[in-house]
């Protein structure tokens, strides 16, 4: 089972994250990116090269697909907050769409 984020994890871990373009929700103790493709085909293809590490991770993102452009939102719900996990899919998040 994953542990929230510490102070000190949140600092080290989720500056680089914010340097790409993350957000932090603090209400929802959540990282959210939005990323925008050249069109559907890709951003679809994206999504499922996403969804294999995050079945094999069981870590599974909250997104939506419109067109071009897929919404994501990253928190671990086990611990009600960010976990090491998040920063995982979110760093090969940004990996599969570079």
């Not at 949140?10 to 957000?23: C, D, H, I, Y």
Request: charged content about 30%; hydrophobic content about 40%.
């Amino acid at each position: 089972m994953s542990e929230k984020l510490s102070d000190t994890g949140r600092k080290t871990m989720l500056a680089p994250l914010v340097a790409k373009g993350w957000t932090i929700d603090d209400d929802r103790d959540a990282i959210c990116k939005t990323y925008v493709f050249d069109d559907f085909i890709d951003a679809f293809g994206w999504m499922t090269r996403v969804a294999i590490y995050a079945e094999k991770w069981n870590h599974h993102p909250e997104w939506s697909n419109v067109y071009k452009t897929v919404e994501v939102v990253l928190t671990t719900h086990d611990v009600d907050g960010l976990s090491s996990l998040d920063v995982k899919l979110a760093r090969k998040m940004d990996q599969l769409a570079d």
